[in-house]
């Protein structure tokens, strides 16, 4: 960010940010529910000041922003669990003695 292009304050000293892009989308567990979290890049921010934000929330706060084609830039995930191999599935075996 430049010291020439601030981004707007508003009357009570606080940041006026508006999303400019998405750059990357995950899933978050929280509980047992999964919720979808969007990496936004903010308007006159730098790209390293990027947040990740509830996708739900965001919509609400900003209803006028289309979302529908802000797919994350290079259509990869920076989330570095899905590089890693899945792990193998094991067939159940039934124990006999309970299992006649």
Known sequence: MTS???PPISDA????????AILDTRWV???GKFSEES???WRMLAAED????NT????????NWDLEDKSPLGGGSNDKTL???????RAIKR????HA
Not at 13 to 20: A, I, Q, R, V
């Open 50 to 53: 990027a947040t990740w934000e």
């Open 56 to 63: 739900e929330e965001l919509l609400k706060r900003f209803p």
């Open 39 to 41: 990496l936004v890049k």
């Open 29 to 31: 567990k929280r509980g």
């Open 4 to 6: 020439s292009a601030l």
């Open 13 to 20: 000293g606080t940041l006026l940010l508006e999303p400019e």
């Open 83 to 89: 590089d890693r191999p899945r792990r193998l599935q």
């Open 95 to 98: 124990n006999p003695k309970y």
